[in-house]
Structures are given as C-alpha cells and as structure tokens.
C-alpha cells in the first residue's frame, strides 16, 4: 500500500500550484493551525467537486520539492480544553 501514497503525493506535486483543496506544508506549526486548514481545504474540496481535499506535510509550497519532514500527529495532538 505505500506505492499508493507515494504516487499520491508524486500526483498532488504535479499540480501547477496548491488548490483551495491542496496545500503543501514543510513542517507542523500548531494543532489550531492544522485543524482551522483541514476544515478549509474539505470546504474547499467540496466547491470545487473534489472528493478530497488533501493538506500534505513534507513539500515545500513553492517547488513542490518533496523534502521531509519531522511532524508526528501522534506526538502533536492538541490537548483538550475544559469547558
């Protein structure tokens, strides 16, 4: 199965830039910050009739390199607030 996500991200890289349903990102910056962008991207996902809207860790916005990066989402879980 990591063939499927490896041509994934190498066919999301081809686009001539990011979408309102793709954006690319080098590293993590906060838990708000990444949930604020996914409900952005499947807002955006959907009005452009897309099934999927896709926030790619690891390529840089700009050259679409494909460079790595050190986000875990198991390690940067936002932690849950008392109301």
Request: aromatic share 10%; charged share 20%.
């Amino acid at each position: 199965m990591p063939n499927h996500y490896q041509n994934l991200v190498l066919s999301l890289t081809q686009q001539p830039s990011e979408q309102e349903w793709l954006e690319f990102k080098h590293n993590f910056h906060s838990p708000e910050e990444v949930g604020k962008r996914i409900s952005a991207l499947a807002n955006g996902a959907c009005l452009s009739g897309k099934k999927f809207g896709y926030l790619v860790f690891g390529v840089e916005d700009g050259t679409h390199n494909i460079v790595g990066t050190s986000f875990s989402p198991k390690i940067k879980k936002p932690k849950a607030t008392k109301i």
